[in-house]
């Protein structure tokens, strides 16, 4: 990887097209900006039936725009290929590039040491039958969430963590616990939000968690 300016930069090869991309630990999904998706398009690295529609996110600001979610038929980082990753178009021709938990998570245990990245355990097999499932239950669960339907979130979140816990990020979490804090389920929030401070990187949701882990306690 490469130090640039704090930030750590990886190149990878996306459908045959090389790219580089921001290592983001806290971003659920890979994303590319629209200037990315409309060049991909013209040239054959991507086609419109990997267009799958919309999905919602929630910016540091609070924010919550509405992204396009496509499916990357190949991603190779490090030489290691992998296949169907989840990711979003963010509708801003300049956004940044970034690699996020849809790619890191299928490559096992990973470890980061200097401008290294070093994976410890590939793991090519983590989208087994269940954690699909899983993954497309997170997805429903986190547009529950952002219509503010916390009772249909929390049980579709529930129901996604009992058939794959890996398949979920520190973003998945957050969701997760905010959902049963708002149904009134102080105790499994709390649960859920401290796996998720032990997993959080990203500064923005360690901060959203431990917030409302305070407004958990009684």
């Not at 269940?130 to 529950?144: I, R, T, V």
Request: glycine fraction near 6%.
């Amino acid at each position: 990887m490469h130090n640039e300016n704090g930030v750590y930069t990886t190149p990878c090869i996306v459908n045959g097209l090389r790219l580089k991309f921001i290592f983001d630990t806290g971003a659920s999904n890979v994303s590319i900006s629209l200037f990315e998706a409309i060049f991909m398009l013209k040239n054959g690295y991507l086609k419109e039936t990997d267009i799958k529609g919309s999905s919602f996110a929630q910016l540091a600001d609070g924010k919550i725009v509405e992204n396009t979610k496509i499916i990357l038929d190949e991603f190779e980082i490090g030489g290691l290929k992998l296949r169907n990753i989840e990711a979003v178009v963010i509708p801003e021709l300049s956004a940044p590039l970034l690699l996020g938990q849809s790619a890191i998570q299928k490559l096992g245990t990973i470890q980061i040491e200097g401008d290294e990245l070093i994976i410890l355990n590939y793991a090519p097999n983590i989208a087994d039958a269940n954690c699909l499932e899983a993954q497309g239950l997170f997805e429903k669960a986190q547009d529950y969430y952002f219509k503010s339907l916390y009772t249909l979130s929390s049980e579709t979140y529930e129901d996604a963590y009992d058939l794959c816990p890996k398949a979920a990020n520190g973003w998945d979490l957050f969701f997760m616990g905010y959902s049963f804090s708002r149904v009134n389920n102080s105790d499994k929030a709390i649960q859920i939000l401290k796996e998720a401070s032990q997993g959080a990187i990203d500064s923005t949701l360690k901060y959203l968690v431990f917030t409302e882990l305070v407004s958990c306690q009684p």
